[in-house]
């Protein structure tokens, strides 16, 4: 098992890992593969970046669709490693943007290389995925992968291009990050049953899931970059409230806080000044705002749940409500 994947076996939550562990084992080497493709020069950079990276959730999930809908081949693992790729490319950049210097408690490629290094580190992977996502027989494929990657893009343009922005809607915020963290988790298990030959509903179903599994997940990680800690998550947080993102449990906030500390926040965002957490703490209603936020995205797993419903009963079925499972976990961990 990749060490980034060492869990306690007792713990149920992480069960959906364990049992694509041999497959995630194929995509870790693929991954290792693929930065020997780069140039002697280059390659240490992307070294560094690859064992730098999380849980592979997004071809956890490819491997676990392919599973639950036919049977896991060689294209599902290529699916993950490509979308991987992409994934670790929107994080170095992620990093640049929000002056991130550490993530999974080691310093971030910006902060190691600088952020002119970093961006063409960044596009260097995003380049390299699209290009292995040309190998697929079906053009249908790759085209989507582009379309995701576009999607992501878009999404952190959005988001970047909204900051400070006291007119942003709940609607609007949840269009950002349908593009910026759904749309990868949507092409891991939307084209995971493409590959799997489904019938259309089947993979209508399995877009669907990635997509509410995606939302809420983001939802989780902006409640996160509020009340966690850096010694327990390993990066840096409070990233949003110094660039002004308006996340959901800031949204909320705004419209539940009293008047004169409602005005007080939105003073303070449209002179784009600094909202440290202190100032957010002593609001009566923020924890409000961070439980409304997180049973929203409560109910988001229980839409994807929902999806599951035209997959024939298997092992791989339960991984993927495991994986929803495992989310929830997390966001009650957020609560505690």
Not at 40 to 67: D, H, Q
Not at 258 to 268: A, M, T, V
Not at 273 to 284: K, N, Y
């Amino acid at each position: 098992m990749p060490k980034n994947l060492e869990i306690e076996p007792s713990d149920a939550r992480h069960l959906p890992f364990v049992l694509v562990a041999p497959e995630l084992e194929k995509v870790e080497a693929s991954l290792r593969d693929q930065v020997r493709h780069f140039d002697p020069g280059v390659e240490p950079y992307m070294s560094y970046i690859c064992n730098t990276a999380g849980k592979r959730i997004r071809p956890a999930l490819a491997i676990l669709v392919g599973g639950a809908t036919g049977g896991v081949h060689a294209d599902h693992l290529k699916l993950g490693t490509i979308l991987e790729l992409i994934h670790m490319a929107t994080l170095v950049h992620d990093d640049i943007i929000d002056g991130a210097t550490t993530r999974r408690k080691v310093p971030t490629t910006n902060s190691k290389w600088g952020e002119g290094m970093a961006v063409l580190l960044g596009d260097a992977l995003f380049s390299h995925a699209l290009m292995l996502s040309t190998e697929f027989d079906a053009p249908v494929l790759s085209r989507a992968i582009a379309t995701a990657s576009r999607d992501v893009c878009q999404g952190e343009i959005l988001q970047t291009q909204r900051r400070f922005d006291l007119t942003l809607t709940k609607e609007e915020y949840f269009r950002v990050i349908e593009m910026k963290t759904g749309a990868l988790f949507a092409a891991a298990t939307d084209l995971s049953a493409y590959l799997s030959q489904v019938p259309d509903d089947t993979r209508a179903a399995m877009n669907e899931f990635g997509m509410k599994l995606g939302t809420a997940y983001q939802i989780y990680d902006d409640c996160l970059d509020l009340v966690g800690t850096e010694e327990q998550f390993g990066k840096t947080l409070r990233t949003d409230l110094e660039k002004g993102k308006l996340t959901l449990p800031m949204l909320y906030l705004l419209e539940d806080a009293g008047e004169i500390q409602r005005q007080n926040l939105q003073k303070r965002i449209i002179q784009q000044e600094e909202v440290d957490l202190t100032v957010l703490v002593g609001i009566a209603e923020y924890e409000g705002a961070i439980k409304r936020a997180l049973n929203c995205a409560a109910e988001f797993l229980k839409d994807g749940e929902r999806s599951l419903l035209p997959l024939e009963p298997s092992p791989y079925r339960e991984g993927l409500r495991g994986i929803l499972k495992y989310l929830e976990g997390l966001l009650k961990s957020l609560q505690s």
